[in-house]
């Protein structure tokens, strides 16, 4: 997005009253934000939810010198601003109903990740470690992009295991992305940005207060195919996001442990709820299946809404199409990247190592589009990360 369009963005989103809730129907009814700041009290007023209070204050905005010295931090400190137009915008999260209208961003965002969130307890014991870094390796390994929220315990552990696999890994936080939160993760936060991306909903400056952390769950939620519990106590945070999860009609996976463990009685609450009890992989690449079939065979309808009730239409469209919709290719016309490493597999079994090496696909991009194919039932993977097509 070019300066002049984002300084728009930008001032529209700091407008008092307006946020998330009121940005898609402005934006719906004049087109961009700039004609927001164009249109008459009159016009504004037949946006639904706008008091005259904030209609006045739109109108009223001149701080665009702010604006522009925003903008100019976000280039230095190497920060893009991702709107939910963009084509790198989680395509997973455009259909909650809350999304962020635009998400600060440091490093890359590939709109086509098949992303699996790992949260769990900030005081993990050595079994949740060890479990979390092996599940996240694994994971990462098979081409998922793994997704938490950068704090303490189980998170960190989470980041680390995709790290260690070379796999991608994207972190949201409850701060804004100068505000690195736990302090000590700085490393951290900087490796994830080189092998991934960190992002939040709030910009620079923003510090971690309590309430931004639920907040942000529905971001880990929302962007993941699916969301696995490791190790939480009865009032963790990380049941809000599974919570979140179910709501938002994603897969549910949990941890067991001892049940005569504190901080394990959450994750064994999720099961008998009727979460997925996890002891590989396989469990829960299995359940997203079904997830990545229907988002290939079932392109967004014009009229069709978020699954939320009362929810609005995630984005604006043009002549009843989506102009950005989440349209995958259907599961007959294969992406590009599938074309290239389905060509690039021999009769025989032939080695991830040679298909990436064969098509010139980075490493992360084409661990994704093994496992995709693999979920497709177009490849089979052997031990040793040997692949076959399936015949």
Same mark, same amino acid.
């Given at each position: 997005?070019?300066?002049?369009?984002?300084?728009?963005?930008?001032?529209?989103?700091?407008?008092?009253?307006?946020?998330?809730?009121?940005?898609?129907?402005?934006?719906?009814?004049?087109?961009?934000?700039?004609?927001?700041?164009?249109?008459?009290?009159?016009?504004?007023?037949?946006?639904?939810?706008?008091?005259?209070?904030?209609?006045?204050?739109?109108?009223?905005?001149?701080?665009?010198?702010?604006?522009?010295?925003?903008?100019?931090?976000?280039?230095?400190?190497?920060?893009?601003?991702?709107?939910?137009?963009?084509?790198?915008?989680?395509?997973?999260?455009?259909?909650?109903?809350?999304?962020?209208?635009?998400?600060?961003?440091? =490093?890359?965002?590939?709109?086509?990740?098949?992303?699996?969130?790992?949260?769990?307890?900030?005081?993990?014991?050595?079994?949740?470690?060890?479990?979390?870094?092996?599940?996240?390796?694994?994971?990462?390994?098979?081409?998922?992009?793994?997704?938490?929220?950068?704090?303490? =315990?189980?998170?960190?552990?989470?980041?680390?295991?995709?790290?260690?696999?070379?796999?991608?890994?994207?972190?949201?936080?409850?701060?804004?992305?100068?505000?690195?939160?736990?302090?000590?993760?700085?490393?951290?936060?900087?490796?994830?940005?080189?092998?991934?991306?960190?992002?939040?909903?709030?910009?620079?400056?923003?510090?971690?207060?309590?309430?931004?952390?639920?907040?942000?769950?529905?971001?880990?939620?929302?962007?993941?195919?699916?969301?696995?519990?490791?190790?939480?106590?009865?009032?963790?945070?990380?049941?809000?996001?599974?919570?979140?999860?179910?709501?938002?009609?994603?897969?549910?996976?949990?941890?067991?442990?001892?049940?005569?463990?504190?901080?394990?009685?959450?994750?064994?609450?999720?099961?008998?709820?009727?979460?997925?009890?996890?002891?590989?992989?396989?469990?829960?690449?299995?359940?997203?299946?079904?997830?990545?079939?229907?988002?290939?065979?079932?392109?967004?309808?014009?009229?069709?809404?978020?699954?939320?009730?009362?929810?609005?239409?995630?984005?604006?469209?043009?002549?009843?199409?989506?102009?950005?919709?989440?349209?995958?290719?259907?599961?007959?016309?294969?992406?590009?990247?599938?074309?290239?490493?389905?060509?690039?597999?021999?009769?025989?079994?032939?080695?991830?190592?040679?298909?990436?090496?064969?098509?010139?696909?980075?490493?992360?991009?084409?661990?994704?589009?093994?496992?995709?194919?693999?979920?497709?039932?177009?490849?089979?993977?052997?031990?040793?990360?040997?692949?076959?097509?399936?015949?």
């Amino acid at each position: 997005m070019n300066p002049e369009d984002l300084k728009y963005w930008l001032a529209l989103m700091s407008v008092e009253g307006v946020g998330d809730t009121l940005f898609g129907p402005l934006l719906e009814r004049f087109g961009s934000p700039a004609a927001v700041f164009s249109a008459s009290v009159h016009e504004l007023a037949g946006v639904p939810k706008m008091s005259k209070k904030i209609s006045q204050t739109i109108l009223a905005f001149n701080d665009w010198d702010g604006i522009l010295r925003q903008i100019d931090g976000l280039n230095k400190a190497g920060i893009r601003i991702v709107t939910f137009l963009d084509e790198s915008y989680p395509r997973h999260l455009l259909n909650v109903y809350d999304r962020p209208v635009l998400l600060y961003v440091a =490093g890359h965002l590939h709109s086509d990740d098949i992303s699996i969130a790992i949260v769990g307890s900030r005081h993990a014991s050595t079994y949740g470690k060890y479990t979390t870094d092996r599940i996240s390796r694994e994971l990462a390994l098979r081409g998922a992009t793994i997704v938490s929220g950068m704090a303490r =315990g189980i998170d960190s552990c989470a980041h680390r295991g995709a790290l260690a696999a070379n796999g991608r890994t994207i972190a949201v936080l409850g701060s804004g992305l100068d505000v690195i939160y736990p302090p000590e993760n700085k490393k951290l936060f900087e490796a994830i940005v080189e092998q991934g991306a960190v992002i939040s909903e709030y910009p620079p400056g923003t510090q971690p207060l309590p309430f931004h952390f639920p907040a942000r769950n529905r971001i880990i939620s929302g962007i993941s195919y699916g969301v696995l519990v490791v190790e939480a106590g009865e009032k963790s945070g990380s049941l809000i996001t599974a919570k979140l999860a179910m709501e938002q009609g994603r897969e549910v996976f949990a941890i067991p442990g001892p049940i005569d463990s504190a901080s394990s009685r959450g994750a064994n609450h999720l099961i008998k709820q009727g979460a997925k009890l996890i002891d590989s992989v396989d469990d829960i690449l299995e359940e997203i299946l079904p997830q990545l079939e229907r988002t290939a065979r079932e392109p967004v309808s014009p009229d069709r809404k978020a699954t939320q009730t009362g929810s609005e239409q995630p984005y604006p469209q043009k002549n009843g199409v989506p102009e950005r919709a989440v349209l995958e290719k259907n599961v007959e016309t294969l992406l590009p990247t599938d074309r290239k490493i389905l060509k690039a597999i021999a009769d025989g079994k032939t080695h991830a190592d040679d298909i990436i090496q064969e098509t010139g696909i980075p490493p992360a991009e084409a661990m994704g589009a093994l496992m995709r194919l693999e979920l497709q039932g177009r490849v089979l993977q052997h031990p040793g990360k040997l692949f076959t097509l399936k015949k």
